[in-house]
């Protein structure tokens, strides 16, 4: 069975700094991840994915990932934040694996960006 | 335009009584799902269905059923609501099991 931990239920940062939203996983064969941003009021929407290969991946709106397989972790970054990044990122794991599947998500990291 | 549409987006039932939140979808996705979203416990899913008739338990399915007749169509049922079943509902899709989930934007439920 597989889990993620996001361990910063909340994290406030400065408009125009740096950003860094932690992820760690755990599964047994190496998962497929995603984060996914809510905005108040909305459902979740994917910001970016990682299945294989370059373990940078490029999202939505200056975001990108990174997949460490020897750390378990996958880490959101995004270089200079804007006030409208403020809303709850969930980082979410899935492995496919027939009716024992599922995706499982993080309980989610509220982003604050002060002026 | 790939979306997931959730019918109503806000309701109040009373305790005990019947409550239908309805999910489409117009992506052709295989597997749908049912989410329920609370505070400091982030998503619990509910349901998941991989097609046609073929529905699974998910985590907390306890106090609930669904019902999947078309692909693009998936319900969700509880019967005699009960106060603790007050919540945000989300339902989702995605074309296969692990490929990315798309969203809908809540049904807001609260059970009095």
């Known amino acids: 069975a597989q889990s993620v931990t996001q361990p910063d239920a909340r994290v406030t940062v400065s408009e125009g700094a740096s950003l860094q939203l932690r992820c760690k996983y755990s599964?047994?064969?190496?998962?497929?991840l995603f984060w996914y941003v809510q905005y108040p009021r909305q459902g979740l929407q994917l910001l970016l994915k990682?299945?294989?290969?370059?373990?940078v991946v490029q999202g939505v709106n200056g975001f990108e990932a990174e997949f460490s397989k020897s750390n378990s972790s996958f880490h959101l970054r995004k270089a200079s934040v804007h006030w409208s990044d403020s809303a709850v990122y969930f980082c979410a794991v899935s492995v496919s694996g027939g009716s024992n599947y599922k995706l499982t998500f993080g309980k989610g990291t509220l982003l604050t960006v002060t002026p | 335009d790939m979306k997931v549409t959730q019918m109503p987006r806000y309701l109040i039932k009373r305790m005990g009584e019947n409550v239908l939140l309805e999910c489409g979808q117009d992506m052709s996705h295989e597997t749908m799902y049912w989410y329920r979203q609370d505070p400091g416990l982030g998503l619990q899913l509910i349901y998941i269905s991989y097609d046609v008739d073929s529905n699974s338990e998910g985590d907390i399915p306890k106090g609930y059923r669904v019902s999947r007749k078309k692909r693009e169509h998936f319900s969700l049922i509880l019967d005699s609501a009960k106060t603790n079943q007050t919540s945000v509902y989300f339902c989702?899709?995605?074309?296969?099991?692990?490929?990315?989930?798309?969203f809908g934007k809540g049904t807001r439920l609260t059970v009095v």
């Open positions: 990682y299945y294989s290969g370059d373990p």
């Open positions: 989702a899709s995605s074309y296969r099991v692990y490929t990315e989930v798309f």
């Open positions: 599964s047994s064969v190496t998962p497929y």
